[in-house]
């Protein structure tokens, strides 16, 4: 059974700093990775999605990377800005058309 | 407007009472799907369709049940609801395999 992980569970970073979250899965045969970003009580917004035959993807500030032979992957924030600050989500999708599984989120903090 | 939209957005119910989550969108996509979301448990799917005439159960389908009245309308409904039911609950569409989430459905059962 595919099991997804992150670490850390929250994260402290004061304004401009570069960081990086993590996400690793058991199951190394997934058909595409989805980084996802949520505001407290609010939805979630798709921020990458990354194939499985692909190594990253970029958006803005943002990059994503995928390592399936190790069953990781990373967010990379450069420049963190307070309005940053929210939940990660990382989600495996392990089939075609199936739904995603969760990790349980990374909470990012990013103080002025 | 959103894409996504689910109604209501806030509801309290009572023990036993029956309730209706419904979810619309714009989309056009032929897939949707509904999660519920725990503090502390991330996100588990509850049930999942590809299209009008195809429903399948997720991994936390008990107490649940669904109706795809249209592509674009899904509803889920919990017919005696229990205390342990309060949670979050999301509808999703996918299209290309990327999912994109409505905005939620905050559920208090008393």
């Known amino acids: 059974k595919q099991e997804v992980t992150q670490i850390p569970a929250a994260l402290s970073v004061p304004e401009g700093e570069n960081l990086v979250l993590n996400c690793s899965f058991t199951?190394?045969?997934?058909?595409?990775l989805q980084w996802f970003r949520q505001d407290p009580g609010k939805g979630l917004t798709s921020l990458l999605l990354i194939q499985s035959s692909q190594r990253e993807q970029t958006s803005g500030r943002l990059n994503a990377s995928l390592d399936k032979s190790s069953g990781r992957s990373t967010l990379y924030i450069a420049a963190s800005q307070p309005g940053d600050s929210a939940t990660y989500l990382c989600?495996?999708?392990?089939?075609?058309?199936?739904?995603?599984?969760f990790g349980k989120g990374t909470t990012l903090s990013v103080s002025s | 407007d959103a894409d996504v939209t689910q109604t209501p957005r806030n509801r309290i119910t009572k023990t036993g009472k029956r309730i209706m989550l419904e979810c619309s969108q714009t989309k056009g996509h032929d897939r949707m799907y509904w999660y519920r979301q725990d503090p502390g448990l991330g996100l588990q799917l509850i049930y999942y369709?590809?299209?009008?005439?195809?429903?399948n159960k997720g991994e936390i389908s008990d107490g649940y049940s669904v109706s795809r009245q249209a592509q674009a309308k899904f509803s889920l409904s919990l017919e005696s609801a229990i205390p342990n039911q309060t949670a979050l609950y999301f509808c999703a569409t996918a299209h290309n395999n990327e999912q994109f989430f409505g905005p939620g459905t905050r559920l208090t059962v008393l």
């Open positions: 989600a495996i999708n392990n089939q075609a058309g199936t739904a995603l599984i």
């Open positions: 369709s590809f299209d009008v005439k195809d429903i």
């Open positions: 199951d190394s045969a997934i058909y595409n």
